[in-house]
Structures are given as C-alpha cells and as structure tokens.
C-alpha cells in the first residue's frame, strides 16, 4: 500500500463524516477541503543585505520540505531604494501529502512552541480562507536557533474549496487548529 500522511487519512475517516452532519451534505464531494497551504516571507531588509535572501529560502526549505522561490519587486519605489525586479520575499506552496505533513507539525508541535500560546484569532477573510501570522521562524524544530541570524516572521495561508467561512473554520477545526476559545 502507498504512503498516506496521517492527517489525511484522519481528512477523510473524520472530517468528512463530522461535516456532512454538521452542514446535512449529501454527497461527500460537497465536503471542503484545504486545497494548498501558502508560506509566505516578506522581506524588506533584503534591498539592503542579498544575503538575507539566501538565508531565507535555506531556512523556508527546512520548515516546507520543497524548494521554495524568491518573490520580486513589480515596480521601482525610490522611497524605499528598491529596483524592479529585486528579490523582496519568499514563499513556498504546499499541495497533496507535503502540505498534510506541514500542517500535522504544525498543529502538533510548531504551535505549542509559541511562549505564552493560547490559541489562534480565528478571523477568517471572507472567502473560505485563513492566514495565519506567525512572528518568529524559530517556532519550527527544523530551524536551528544558535544558527538564526535574524528573527523574522511569516504568514501562512491556507486555501480551502469552502464556500463560507463558517464552512473553512468548522474544517480547521476539525483538523486541530488551536483557535482562541470565544468568551461569551
């Protein structure tokens, strides 16, 4: 039998089953899911230092396990001294097993790393989607600390096919993902 990561063996034994009652589906295939996960790194230090840049795509492929690409500058901005052209950013798409392995880490391990960690803000952006800020790589066991130079921070979206937020938060939820708990 072929390699099957955990959590989407969890997808489909779990989630499905508890959304099609949640939301009375009639098929599974109205069930959403997370189409991909979008590590982005934005960069601004990077006009000054090129190194900055290599060190980042070294340390996005470490927490992604996939080759990430440098994202670059669309116009010349004086203000900021930077060219057309000039790599600003990074960022990493994850689909199918690579984007269930990221995710497990991190639900299970990366976020309870956070100090003072009580959960995630659970505002979705209108369309079935959710960015998730994140304010230190160092979060992530692959990250050697001694070997950071500098802190920096990243957002990481997920893509869902829901069609409402309610929809997109009830499937995060039932993968894991430690929302804020909503005083009422």
């Known amino acids: 039998m072929a390699y099957q990561p955990s959590l989407k063996k969890f997808y489909h034994d779990e989630v499905v089953p508890q959304l ?5 589906y009639t098929t599974v295939m109205q069930c959403p899911k997370i189409q991909k996960i979008v590590l982005n790194q934005g960069l601004g230090d990077a006009t000054q230092d090129k190194k900055i840049i290599e060190i980042a ?21 004086a203000g900021f001294k930077l060219r057309k052209n000039t790599p600003i950013g990074v960022k990493v798409t994850l689909r199918r097993d690579k984007m269930y392995e990221f995710l497990e ?9 956070i100090r003072d960690f009580n959960g995630i803000e659970g505002k979705m952006d209108g369309r ?22 500098k802190i920096q921070g990243m957002n990481i979206t997920f893509v869902t096919s829901a069609a409402s937020d309610t929809e997109a938060f009830s499937l995060l939820k039932a993968f894991g993902v430690p929302f804020k708990q909503k005083n009422k």
Not at 20 to 24: A, C, P, V, Y
Not at 57 to 66: D, N, T
Not at 128 to 149: K, R, W
């Open 128 to 149: 079935g989607n959710y960015t998730l800020g994140i304010t230190e790589q160092i979060i992530f066991p692959e990250i050697n600390i001694d070997a950071v130079s």
């Open 105 to 113: 880490r991190l639900i299970k391990i990366s976020l309870p790393r």
């Open 57 to 77: 795509l070294k340390e996005m492929a470490l927490i992604s396990g996939q080759k990430p690409v440098a994202t670059l500058s669309r116009k010349d901005i």
């Open 20 to 24: 099609m009652k949640e939301f009375n």
